[in-house]
């Protein structure tokens, strides 16, 4: 009898051992499939980022955004920038700097059918401005418009892409800077080479400054002034504005560089 009882009562120590072995194997069971059930979340998070940036390289053409590396101005230290043709792969070399022969050359430059007398500075500034006498001479600037007007904390024309979008060029870009105004402050009449943000990134584009007009370092190189035509110009192109009405985009009246003389 009393060996009737221990034995049943190891039978229900046994039952209960293996019940407390299924619950835990259960409970392992459940922590397996929590754990699968993440991973496979995770493993589907991925896939859908995967996709989507699938999708996006395949609608932006599989080209890369290039972000505007310049920092956004205020309305008084706008920048004059060229629209990089840096970025390009460039397609020829600058022309040399002995072209302007270390002198001053004078000339016009015909806006529309304004003529503009012109002063170009070989002495201070000759890889730019031999650069301008290339390109002048070559009929580079022939029939090219000026693309942007700015009317608000500085006051420009940016002439010389041939395509008047403000990205075309040369095929090639050059610096350093030369001729910086100490001050930053750049008169009227003054006419600089654009630039995007770095320093050896000019090409063909450049403005003239209708009137005073302050810039930041490290500045614009100036190559040239106007000496006469200036008022015209302001009365018949610059005073009516920007298209749109806003402060810095395209002429309301559009103007072309129709011819430069040099000697």
Known sequence: MADSSKQSREERRRARQYEARMVVNDVQQDRRRS???????VLIVVAVLAVGAQLAFYFTGGQTTIAD?????????????ASDPALAEPTGTPPPATIAEDREWTGTMTLNEIPVEISIDGVNAPQAASNFIDLS?????ADTPCHRLTTEGLYVLQCGDPTGSGSGGPGYSFGPLENIPED??????????????AEDSMGSQFFIVYEDTELPAPGYTIFGQVTGGLDEL??????????????DGPPLVPVSITDITLE
Do not use: F, K
């Open 35 to 41: 754990d699968n059930g993440i991973g496979i979340l």
């Open 69 to 81: 590396p310049t920092p956004t101005p205020t309305s008084a230290e706008s920048e004059i920038p």
């Open 137 to 141: 001479q070559s009929g580079y600037y």
């Open 184 to 197: 930053g402050v750049y008169p009227a009449g003054t006419i600089a080479m654009a630039r995007a943000q």
């Open 234 to 247: 302001q009365t018949a192109v610059i005073d009516e504005g920007v298209q749109g009405g806003v402060s």
